[in-house]
C-alpha cells in the first residue's frame, strides 16, 4: 500500500525540465562568435554535454540519435537539416523570415523551430511611432520575397494611426521607386531583405533618406551603425535564454517559430542631432516598446 502511495504522488508531481542531454550545435566552421556562444550556452546548462559541429563533418540527420537536441547555426546548418526529413527536431537559429520565404515558400518541416533574427515588424513600427510621432505615413520598400509581409505590416499599422505606403523596387540599381517613396512618407521602415538593404545598397539609401531629412528604422541594428536612425534586436544574452527555454521542454512542444520575449534598442544618436531629434535613450525605448502591444 505504502509503495502503491508513493508510485501515485510520482504520477501526481508536477513535471520538471528534461534531464541532462546531448546538445548539438551545427554551423558552416568553428569561429570566435560560435566559441563564445557555446560557452555561454554551457554556462547556463552544466548539466548537458553541449559540443559544436561543422555540417560538412556530419552524416545526414537521418543516422543521429532522436533524442539528440539540435542547434541549427547558418544557413549551412539549416540546409544540412533539410536534406531530409528523418532525424531528430532542431531550433533553427539566424533565420530571415525572407530568407525562409525564399527557400521553403509556405512550407514549414515539422521538424524545424525557427527562431527568427529579423526584428517583429509591429514592434518596428511601435519604435518608429515612438521615436517620431508626428510621422504618420511609412515607406516601404519590398522585393519579390519581401512583398508577402505587407499584409502584416498594414494590420499593425492601423492601430497606430499609421499608413503603409509600399513600393515594389525590382532593380535596387534603378533608383527612382526609391525616390519616389522618400517623396510619399514621412518615414522609412526598412524590411530585412537581403536583395534590398545590404552593403552595395547601404550608401545610396542612407545619402537619399538624409537628403530629405528623413529617418531610416531598421533594418537591423547592422544598418543602424551604419547610418540609419534606430532599430530593435536581440543580442546573444537574449538568444540564450529562449534556447534556454526552450532546451528545458520535449521537442513536441517547440512552436514552430517564434521570436525572442527580450529585446533591446539600438540608436544612432549622431543621425539623431543631424536630424534635429532628441538623443535616443536606448533603454526607456526599449521599455515602452515592451510595455506596448504584443508582437506576432
Given amino acids: 500500500m505504502a509503495l502503491l502511495l508513493r508510485l501515485m504522488l510520482l504520477c501526481l508531481w508536477p513535471m520538471g525540465p528534461l534531464s541532462a542531454g546531448e546538445i548539438l550545435l551545427v554551423g558552416a566552421q568553428d569561429q570566435p562568435g560560435i566559441r563564445s556562444f557555446i560557452a555561454a550556452l554551457e554556462s547556463r546548462r552544466p548539466h548537458d554535454h ?55 515558400g509556405k512550407s514549414r518541416p515539422g521538424f524545424l523551430t525557427l527562431l527568427w533574427s529579423d526584428p517583429p515588424l509591429g514592434r518596428q513600427l511601435r519604435l518608429a511611432h515612438y521615436l ?60 530585412d531583405d537581403p536583395d534590398l538593404y545590404n552593403s552595395k545598397t547601404a550608401k545610396n539609401l542612407l545619402l537619399s533618406s538624409y537628403g530629405r531629412q528623413m529617418a531610416l528604422i531598421g533594418p537591423n541594428a547592422a544598418f543602424v551603425r551604419a547610418g540609419a536612425l534606430a532599430s530593435t534586436y536581440s543580442d546573444q544574452d537574449d538568444w540564450i535564454a529562449v534556447l534556454d527555454h526552450l532546451l528545458d521542454q520535449a521537442p513536441a512542444r517547440w512552436p514552430r517559430s517564434l521570436y525572442p520575449h527580450q529585446f533591446g534598442v539600438s540608436g544612432n544618436q549622431q543621425v539623431a542631432r543631424a536630424l534635429g531629434l532628441e538623443p535616443i535613450d536606448v533603454n526607456v525605448a526599449a521599455k515602452a516598446l515592451a510595455e506596448g502591444a504584443p508582437t506576432p
Avoid at 140 to 166: K, N, T, W
Avoid at 173 to 180: C, I, M, N, V, Y
Avoid at 181 to 189: A, E, R
Fill in 50 to 104: 553541449v559540443h559544436f559541429q561543422s555540417a560538412t563533418d556530419l552524416p545526414r540527420p537521418g543516422s543521429l540519435k532522436p533524442d539528440q537536441r539540435l542547434v541549427l547555426l547558418d544557413n549551412d546548418a539549416l540546409e544540412w537539416r533539410l536534406s531530409e526529413s528523418a532525424g531528430p527536431p532542431a531550433l533553427a537559429m539566424r533565420v530571415g523570415r525572407v530568407q525562409v520565404e525564399q527557400r521553403l
Fill in 132 to 191: 517620431l510621432p508626428q510621422a504618420q505615413r511609412v515607406g516601404v520598400l519590398y522585393g519579390e520575397h519581401s512583398r508577402f509581409l505587407l499584409d502584416e505590416l498594414r494590420q499593425a499599422a492601423g492601430p497606430l494611426g499609421l499608413e503603409i505606403v509600399a513600393q515594389a523596387w525590382p532593380d535596387p540599381l534603378d533608383s527612382r521607386p526609391l525616390q519616389h517613396v522618400l517623396g510619399n512618407s514621412d518615414v522609412l521602415l526598412g524590411l
